[in-house]
């Protein structure tokens, strides 16, 4: 987009200073983001463009992150650095935090300067990680509003299964002949893998307010390893606890990439795997029950198993929702989470014996 009309966009937010620049930001497979530079003092911005194919209720969606970012801030309180620690929407002019462009939904919030991603994952980082997270579903365990789901059925096992069954049945871009093999090998462990909503069914997993999206790349961190704040907060919702251990371990446990061509690359590193439990289980063991602990080795199992299912379906149906750079990419981010999924299944009981021994 024009810098004229980004800046126009974001000259409807109530923003301090006088805007210099607005440039791209980041990588994320669904929203669109932007640096907003401003002269002198005035606190830098970030402006999004809010993926509104994938979250339709932008109005729940701003809702549940202000209600979160509000508690979270409240939480802070009399500690140092709040403004680092949490995420700061902008409302718009008329007081929403969006704006319609009449095509497209946007928002802004501070950009925090200094930071820096995860780039080396290490046991360390992971056990701090892990109390961070176990940390932030402690703080929202007592929110005082009920907050929607963004994404129905968002890490829904069944469902996912469900629509990766629908695109084979419509195999819209013909390409179901070169994935049959993976489809199979999905379906062989398809009933073990919807455990969690059988536990639910039968009244055995509660709903807590999760983060849902809790990779390496949504966590921001000082220049010195300190962990800030998780980013990122489009997808927090109710869910099992499962959704955020698993979905850490998927991209930190994961000694290669998330869309690795190379299989050898991708193993699944015990290491990490322990720092992190030990960290989550730190911060969050006084709230979970038995049943949310003994089945954490099935999260970390959980969550390449669903990516490889998502990615795959994505696939089949034509590359209708990640964002991709080759023709092949989803099944090649296929392929490689599936890698990761035997891994982690090799460790299975050394994982269980391990938070047994917690
Ligand atoms: C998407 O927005 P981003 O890139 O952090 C996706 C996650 C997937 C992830 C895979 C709303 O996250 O669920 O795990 O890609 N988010 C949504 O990299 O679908
Ligand atoms: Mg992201």
Redesign the pocket.
Known sequence: MEQKELGQIVAQFQIQGAVKEVKPLGN????TTYKVVTEDGAPDYVLQHINNA?FPDVDMLMTNIVAVTDHIRKKLAGTPDIERRCLQFIPAKDGKYYYFDGEKYWRVMVFIPDTMSMTEVTPETSYIVGETFGQFQSWLADIPVELGET?KD?HNMEFRLWQLREAVKANKSGRLGEVQDLVDAIEARAEEMTKGERLYREGKLPKRICHC?T?V??ILFEKNGDVLCVI?L??VMPNFVFSDFG?YLRSAANTGK?DDKNLDNVTFNMEIFKSFAKGYLKSAGSFLTPVEIENLPYAAKLFPYM?TV?FLADYIDGDL??KTQYPEHNLVRSRAQWKLFCEADKHEQEMKDFIASC
């Open positions: 994320g497979l669904i929203n994938i994404i968002f999206d990779k790349d949504n990122d489009d997808t979905d998330e990516q998502r929702y990640y």
